[in-house]
């Protein structure tokens, strides 16, 4: 048996909201697979559904082969779950809460002491201070480790690095590939592209469905038109030209450049160039670029909110 | 209105023998989006905190909005807007309590609160939540409400903490919108966040380390002067060599 998880038209409402809509996929040993969506998407509520403490309303979900409603017994000790909110203790110490966790599943911090180490070693310093005050991402980091510290086979994180800073998000990506080599089969989710992009695979989630699930490469080469990067002193007029152009499709800032699509086929660089120098924005350069996963996912949730 | 509406000279924070904010120095100019920048644990909510009046500062001066931070705190919570590290108004309330109930906080008359109500459902395009409780709100659209309620008592000065942390792309990018569209109106924007790409989108950054200041500029400058081609790479750079911070 190859899937650690098996999700099969899994469907959830609260009072009026169907949270979850048929949702249909499979996760495999020892892979490392994204869940990417706005808030509301019905991310949690799967999370929550894989780790036994909600219960489908139709559909079935399988954790290692084991029924998440049958054997959830059975399943609990063997998954490791990070909920979105925090989970600590704040009144207990940073090492006390660790050692809390790693009691309750019937080990301790010694035993596996290397699994946690990349991350549980930045906070050692400050291991008798209170978990309610430590700064955000190093509460997050915590979490993490106190999600770890018992060895589970499957991995489940809800968006372990948000308010991680961009150094502690590198390492923790690192240390998640390292788990992955030994075999943990993690779930994810973020609303940080570029770790998106470290998956094996991703699904794309919105409004309770899945719009799309593939490699991440084969998602960032999913965009729908030819993509340009421009570049302005004046960002923000760009941008504001931009949107008013009669061919244009979107506009969307990155950092220091804009990424732009055209309606048209094939469409002339200097004639959009003509046309932002007579708006004001004399500086331009335009060039083609390739689209990354963020450009897809962008495009396909606004597709999916004008169909919604 | 000062032309400078941020200043600190050597403001630090102690918490006991830990020091968490180190003699930190710096002006921000009237109007200015300032990206405030640090690795985990740098001191940058707790500088916040110093900035708004919450937390009083250990020594080291500062003013904000023209008013002293050791005296005057009572006067600058009036002028500024602010948004915690995770705020998120009243989860209990519906989007119209919330509206109303900051309303009151700030003193502001029924006709004025009429008027700004109309205009944040406009701008946030909440109308058909009026009644929602704000804690089945999607995350993204909780925050844009709470900028704007930040803004209510139209202060010149807004303080955002990590506002777009965990916020989908689409609604990150329309937050900045409404970043850029407050400094056009001449507010001054203080402004937190672990996106690199956002970092790029103010006038100046300033990067925290362990409790100090190591960089402060523009990005265009930043970049030029540790030759990197993004914001990520210089800010990697600084926030390697931290001891202090859990980096
Ligand atoms: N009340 C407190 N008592 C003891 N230490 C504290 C207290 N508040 C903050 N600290 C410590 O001060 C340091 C700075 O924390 P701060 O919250 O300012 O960091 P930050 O830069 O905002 O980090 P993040 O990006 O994670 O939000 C951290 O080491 C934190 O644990
Ligand atoms: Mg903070």
Redesign the interface.
């Known amino acids: 048996m190859n899937n650690v998880v098996e999700i099969s038209e899994v469907s959830k409402s609260y009072e009026d909201v169907k949270a979850l809509k048929e949702i249909s996929f499979e996760v495999e040993k020892g892979e490392l697979f994204g869940l990417i969506g706005p808030d509301g998407a019905g991310k949690t509520t799967l999370f929550r559904i894989l780790t036994t403490l909600l219960v489908p309303d139709s559909g079935e979900a399988k954790v290692l082969g084991m029924d998440v409603v049958e054997n959830y017994r059975e399943i609990r000790p063997i998954l490791g779950y990070m909920p979105g909110r925090f989970s600590l203790y704040q009144d207990l110490s940073v090492e006390e809460n660790i050692r809390f966790f790693a009691s309750v599943f019937g080990t301790t911090l010694e035993e596996n002491y290397d699994l946690v180490k990349p991350i549980y070693q930045q906070l050692e310093p400050f291991k008798n201070r209170l978990a309610g005050a430590l700064s955000g991402g190093m509460k997050q980091k915590l979490a993490l480790s106190c999600a770890l510290i018992h060895k589970p086979e499957l991995l489940i994180l809800d968006e372990p690095t948000t308010g991680v800073d961009a150094v502690s998000r590198k390492e923790f990506w690192e240390m998640l590939h390292l788990l992955k080599h030994q075999g943990i089969t993690i779930l994810a989710s973020t609303p940080y592209m570029d770790e998106a992009d470290q998956c094996d695979r991703v699904a794309l989630m919105q409004n309770g469905k899945i719009l799309k699930i593939s490699t991440p490469d084969e998602v960032a080469q999913s965009f729908s038109s030819t993509l340009y990067g421009i570049r302005s002193k004046h960002r923000f007029q760009l941008i504001q030209v931009l949107r008013e152009y009669q061919y244009v499709k979107s506009v969307q800032p990155f950092g220091e450049s804009v990424h732009y699509a055209d309606h048209r086929n094939d469409p002339d660089t200097d004639d959009i160039l003509r046309y932002l120098s007579t708006h004001g924005v004399e500086d331009a350069e335009i060039k083609k670029i390739d689209s990354n996963i963020e450009d897809t996912f962008m495009e396909l949730m606004q597709q999916e909110e004008s169909h919604a | 209105m000062p032309e400078v509406a941020i200043q600190t000279r050597d403001l630090t924070k102690k918490?006991g023998d830990f020091t968490a904010v180190n003699q930190i120095s710096f002006d921000v100019r009237r109007g200015e989006i300032f990206g405030f920048l640090?690795?985990?644990?740098?001191g940058k909510?707790t500088a916040i905190k110093m900035l708004t009046g919450l937390l009083s500062p250990t020594s080291g001066e500062g003013s904000v909005a023209g008013h002293d931070i050791h005296s005057e705190s009572e006067a600058i919570k009036k002028k500024i807007g602010y948004m915690s590290?995770?705020f998120s108004l009243y989860d209990d309330l519906t989007v119209k309590e919330n509206i109303r109930f900051y309303g009151g906080v700030y003193g502001l008359s029924r006709h004025i609160l009429r008027s700004k109500y109309d205009e944040i459902l406009e701008k946030v395009d909440l109308k058909d939540e009026i009644d929602s409780r704000v804690g089945s709100l999607?995350?993204?659209w909780k925050q844009k409400l709470a900028f704007s309620i930040a803004l209510l008592h139209e202060p010149k000065i807004v303080f955002l903490d990590?506002p777009t942390?965990?916020?989908?792309?689409?609604?990150?990018?329309q937050f900045?919108e409404m970043i850029?569209k407050a400094s056009e109106d001449g507010v001054t924007v203080f402004v937190t966040t672990?996106?690199?790409?956002?970092?790029?989108?103010c006038d100046r950054v300033s990067i925290m380390v362990d409790g100090k200041i190591e960089a402060l500029d523009s990005?265009v400058e930043l970049k030029r002067s540790f030759s990197a081609k993004?914001?990520?790479e210089v800010?990697?750079e600084l926030?390697?060599g931290a001891e202090n911070s859990?980096?």
């Open positions: 918490f640090g690795a985990n644990g740098a909510t590290q995770r999607p995350l993204g990590e942390g965990g916020v989908d792309p689409i609604t990150r990018r900045w850029y672990h996106y690199m790409d956002e970092a790029e989108y990005p993004s914001i990520e800010f990697i926030a390697r859990d980096g």
